[in-house]
């Protein structure tokens, strides 16, 4: 939670937080204009590549994917061993980028699944973003 966040916390619930004291969990919302959009949901996406290459073809210089993704890696620290100098990611930005240590059952067996239906697990801000 930042500055930035209304630190909101969930009322008692039924069905849902059985992992939180008093099944009450952090609801992140964003304090500004834009409201949440300004917290992204407390994720890290870069954005795709194609959209900053049609921001350069319509006339905005040095904002391609090749012009901006060196930026990127400069801001990024990432924590991750698994993925942090894979050559999408990099460490010792000012940008504190992990990956949540908490996971759950119907997550796991979500991401398990996936692939009996042909898509991969991929890393949002790797080679590829989207598609089979």
């Not at 921001?55 to 698994?82: C, H, I, R």
């Not at 996936?114 to 080679?127: K, L, T």
């Amino acid at each position: 939670m930042t500055v930035n966040d209304w630190q909101l916390i969930s009322t008692p619930q039924e069905r849902a937080g059985g992992g939180y004291p008093n099944r009450q969990f952090a609801v992140p919302r964003g304090k500004g204009v834009g409201g949440s959009s300004l917290i992204n949901c407390m994720l890290y996406v870069r954005g795709n590549k194609k959209d900053y290459d049609q921001w350069a073809d319509n006339g905005a210089t040095g904002w391609s994917w090749n012009g901006v993704y060196s930026y990127f890696l400069k801001a990024e620290n990432n924590t991750d061993p698994e993925i942090a100098n894979n050559g999408y990611h990099s460490t010792g930005g000012f940008l504190t980028v992990s990956t949540p240590p908490q996971t759950n059952a119907l997550k796991e067996a979500f991401v398990a699944a996936a692939p009996e239906v042909g898509y991969e697990h991929r890393d949002i801000n790797g080679e590829k973003q989207t598609g089979k």
